[in-house]
């Protein structure tokens, strides 16, 4: 259907042809009348599909080409309607996922990255991410806007009128001819553009990143956008000015480091694909793809020459076969000093080497799908997943980094702690789960769980300080402070566990002597046990309330039921050893060394 959509879409508004005339002709020629089919027009104007001089006598209305996009019109729409209100299509533009606090801290809009990922059939989709990163005021927009009016074109592949007319502004992602920062943060094209493949269709989507190197902006804060932006992406391109300098490799090898540790920790394979993309590149004639070849391998071999090499990270990544360089001219003063990025201002080497970069790259989209660690294909909802995941981790420090190898072990040690303190999570939710049992509850005293919760804490800790990389000024801090934490989720539950305790034993002082011995002393009987099995709850619990309350109900119980008998009986039971619950807590507390058999030991 999609490529049927493309046989009948007009080149000039984009929509399916039936609604061509009424839409675009009288734009394209003012005055023109709607129920006219043989306009007389100037020798200025081109067919939009093949560029050729058009003449009124050549628009002749082509009765199958209009059946047909009404056929599509409606195919499309049914289509759209199954998939829900998140397939709908809309017009797309630019949207920010990442932006920065006061703090300069990573903020990610949830909403945001959930329409470009999981609505719009992209849920259930493999995905391509084609990501800009690198220093600031080189072009990055400007290429990503290239990239989209290709995308806007997948139909015209062959002869480059996909780059628009000559005087057509260049449109899209904000960007300027300046030196003051325009991108800020992450932004993405909030609409997917859908590209064939083996195995069906990707959805491809384009990621914009600020750039790195700003005065203006601290050098952690900087890679950690750009760490998120290669996390997030498939097909990564390094953006750099002139050749790759010592500090575009010292930065890719930050890039690297925390993207690594990340991505491990959430299953995201950091660097898929990367192309090296060098602009206004002027040592030497040879441009493009086999220039960049050349270049790469010069830089390898500076980078292999000093022992130890400067940057390992760096070296590996462009050491592999899905590394490449591209080599691309000065675009032209115009460009580059405030033109609106129009055909005609651009030199005509810089416009050759641009369309063939473009078009190569948008060509082989669809074999660079997201994948996990595993090389496992991700969807659009998966990758969504692990991005919200990955998101509160690259916000959660703050430290002033002083070099890429104290920001990787920052944010190992980080995820160490964090998987700490979901497993006491569970932990406690097990416990929890399970104490709502009578039974079960009564198997553990209060003082045992406690010990339980002190012994998981221990182990937790022990295997933070092993896991955890060194060096990190922070580490003792950051165990203490764990410490704190799981003391203090152990007590708010060892309080409500003491209460639900208590109930039951409670319970157990009432019901015991009420109904288990009933059959046996009779309804005088039923008093005494009550109270007697209340009373010895109370010794072995050492709380006088919870005594008072199961040996009086059991009491009360005897003399509604019994009598004067049970009443009288149970009533002397309950004074006697309430005296003997008061007895022993009062010696634990004198702290004689005694066993405290009473909080270990299991009642049931």
């Excluded at 199958?64 to 829900?84: D, F, H, P, V």
């Excluded at 903020?107 to 990255?113: G, V, Y």
């Excluded at 480091?257 to 090296?276: F, M, N, R, T």
Aim: proline share 4%; hydrophobic share 35%; glycine share 10%.
């Amino acid at each position: 259907m999609e490529q049927l959509r493309e046989d009948v879409t007009c080149s000039i508004c984009w929509d399916v042809l039936s609604p061509f005339l009424h839409r675009v002709l009288p734009q394209l020629l003012p005055g023109l009348p709607l129920d006219s089919l043989e306009p007389d027009l100037s020798p200025g104007h081109r067919c939009p599909e093949c560029r050729a001089p058009c003449s009124g006598d050549r628009m002749i209305p082509d009765t199958r080409i209009k059946n047909r996009a009404e056929k599509t019109t409606k195919s499309l729409q049914e289509e759209t309607e199954s998939q829900g209100p998140g397939a709908q299509r809309e017009p797309g533009r630019p949207v920010q996922l990442v932006h920065l606090d006061e703090e300069e801290n990573l903020i990610l809009d949830e909403e945001a990255l959930s329409r470009c990922l999981e609505q719009g059939g992209v849920g259930d989709a493999p995905v391509c991410l084609v990501s800009i990163i690198g220093e600031q005021r080189w072009g990055k927009s400007f290429l990503l806007n290239c990239l989209l009016r290709r995308l806007q074109s997948l139909q015209d592949a062959r002869d480059g009128s996909w780059m628009g007319r000559e005087d057509e502004p260049l449109e899209g992602f904000e960007w300027r001819a300046d030196e003051e920062r325009v991108t800020n943060g992450v932004w993405a094209w909030s609409q997917p553009f859908w590209v064939p493949a083996k195995s069906g269709k990707v959805a491809v989507l384009l990621v914009d990143t600020e750039g790195s190197m700003d005065i203006e902006r601290n050098k952690e804060t900087s890679i950690k956008l750009s760490a998120f932006s290669m996390l997030l992406s498939s097909y990564q391109i390094l953006n750099t000015g002139c050749r790759v300098k010592d500090p575009d490799l010292e930065y890719l090898e930050m890039f690297v480091q925390v993207a690594e540790v990340v991505g491990e920790a959430y299953g995201l394979e950091p660097i898929q694909h990367l192309d090296l993309l060098v602009r206004d590149w002027s040592s030497s004639r040879v441009l493009g793809a086999q220039g960049g070849e050349q270049h790469l391998r010069h830089v390898r071999q500076k980078l292999e020459a000093r022992s130890p090499c400067k940057h390992p990270k760096a070296l590996e990544v462009l050491k592999r076969r899905s590394s490449r360089c591209y080599l691309m001219p000065f675009p032209g003063e115009r460009i580059a000093m405030g033109s609106e990025g129009r055909l005609r201002d651009m030199r005509e080497k810089f416009r050759k080497s641009l369309r063939d970069y473009v078009t190569a790259l948008v060509s082989t989209a669809g074999q660079h799908v997201r994948r996990d660690r595993h090389w496992e294909v991700l969807t659009g909802t998966q990758l969504a997943a692990k991005i919200k995941n990955l998101s509160d981790v690259m916000k959660k420090h703050h430290s002033g980094f002083s070099s890429p190898c104290q920001m990787a072990i920052t944010f190992h040690n980080q995820r160490v702690l964090d998987r700490a303190r979901a497993d006491h999570a569970v932990f406690l939710k097990e416990k929890d789960g399970g104490s709502r049992n009578m039974v079960a509850c009564l198997k553990v005293r209060p003082g045992k769980m406690a010990e339980l919760f002190a012994e998981r804490r221990g182990q937790l800790l022990g295997r933070c300080r092993t896991d955890m990389r060194e060096p990190a000024p922070e580490k003792e801090a950051q165990l203490t402070g764990l410490e704190e934490e799981l003391m203090w989720e152990a007590e708010t539950f060892l309080q409500s566990y003491g209460k639900r305790f208590k109930k039951f034993v409670t319970a157990v002082g009432v019901g015991a002597g009420a109904v288990a011995l009933a059959t046996v002393g009779g309804v005088a009987g039923a008093g005494i046990a009550a109270a007697a099995m209340g009373a010895e709850a109370a010794v072995a619990l050492s709380v006088s309330g919870a005594a008072g309350i199961g040996v009086g109900a059991g009491a009360v119980a005897g003399g509604c039921v019994g009598g004067g008998v049970g009443m009288g009986v149970g009533g002397k039971i309950t004074q006697k050893d309430k005296k003997r619950a008061k007895a022993a807590a009062g010696q634990r507390e004198e702290g004689d060394g005694t066993v405290e058999v009473s909080d270990t030991a299991p009642l049931l």
